[in-house]
């Protein structure tokens, strides 16, 4: 992790031979949890020589479009993210219900605030195109810059 001069963490994984869906989505947990648990602005830097699944990008896919990655947390992760989101309102002094699925909202809301995700990729081949094909998100909720 790097801080970048806008005061950003900057996070990115590392690829190994042996690196797959789990440490994936326990990459995932943590880059979200970073930006939305601890309220801190975050930078997720992905190449697309990190792809080692499609199913990478369509996770990112989700983050950009929703906030959120479906099922990513299981349950005693997400009764610790409500835990903390009960402190964080209280901490801005925000009004919010305390039940489980406002709790939830709240912090996909910091996510959303606190999240940059920078996509690193190649626009020679084929690969990119079906990607923007099949991952929409990638275009409609990307400013791109060539």
């Keep these: 992790m790097?801080?970048?001069?806008?005061?950003?963490?900057?996070?990115?994984?590392?690829i190994s031979r042996t690196y797959g869906q789990?440490?994936?989505r326990e990459d995932?947990?943590?880059i979200l949890k970073h930006a939305g648990n601890d309220g801190k602005p975050t930078v997720f830097l992905f190449a697309d020589n990190q792809i080692k699944d499609e199913s990478f990008v369509e996770d990112i896919n989700m983050i950009l479009n929703t906030g959120d990655v479906p099922n990513l947390f299981a349950a005693d992760e997400k009764g610790e993210i409500l835990e903390k989101m009960q402190g964080a309102a209280k901490e801005l002094g925000k009004?919010?219900?305390?039940?489980?699925?406002?709790?939830?909202?709240f912090f996909v809301e910091r996510?959303?605030?606190?999240?940059?995700?920078?996509?690193?990729?190649?626009?020679?081949?084929d690969a990119f195109r079906i990607r923007l094909r099949?991952?929409?998100?990638?275009?409609?909720?990307?400013?791109?810059d060539w």
Excluded at 95 to 105: C, F, M, Q, V
Excluded at 134 to 144: A, V
């Design 2 to 14: 790097h801080t970048l001069k806008c005061n950003a963490s900057l996070l990115q994984i590392e």
């Design 134 to 144: 099949m991952f929409p998100s990638l275009i409609n909720c990307c400013t791109i």
């Design 95 to 105: 009004k919010i219900d305390t039940a489980p699925l406002a709790l939830y909202n």
């Design 111 to 125: 996510v959303k605030a606190n999240l940059h995700i920078v996509l690193a990729m190649s626009p020679v081949g």
């Design 28 to 30: 995932l947990k943590k």
């Design 22 to 24: 789990h440490e994936w």
